[in-house]
């Protein structure tokens, strides 16, 4: 039996918290996008996450931008909501894995976040809609 995208439980594809954070100096880097509401989006983030609310990914998808050809980390809090997000963008097309442990894994790390409002526009963010 085939899973459906929306289900969160299963496996999906993954990545550790410090080799994400290692893939992120990279050129190009992964396009992350956070899966969480905006109001934990807007309290600790990594650096550079698209906020993508996971209610609002399969409305949003063809506008966000991200490119074909370039690895998509999904995360959430525990790595609940981020299944069903990568089932969606490996659906489309994308090389997508979540954050093993989602951003509790991030900040067990000590690994660096950004907090309060998004950056404005054309300095390096994308602000959450």
């Known amino acids: 039996m085939n899973t459906p995208w929306w289900w969160p439980f299963g496996r999906v594809p993954e ?4 080799d994400l954070h290692a893939s992120l100096q990279g050129n190009p880097p992964p396009q992350v ?7 934990e989006w ?4 990594i650096a550079g996450a698209i906020s993508v609310p996971v209610t609002t990914l399969e409305q949003r998808l063809a506008t966000l931008g991200l490119e074909q050809g370039r690895p998509v ?14 089932r969606m963008l490996r659906i489309q097309g994308f090389e997508a894995c979540q954050l093993r ?20 526009a054309g300095a390096g963010g994308r602000n959450p809609t």
């Open 73 to 86: 980390v999904a995360i959430c809090l525990s790595a609940h909501r981020s299944i069903p997000a990568v």
């Open 42 to 45: 807007r309290g600790s983030r």
């Open 15 to 18: 990545i550790e918290a410090h």
């Open 101 to 120: 442990g989602g951003m509790r894994a991030w900040w067990a790390a000590d690994l660096p976040v950004q907090k309060g409002p998004p950056p404005a």
């Open 33 to 39: 996008i956070d899966v969480r509401s905006t109001l």
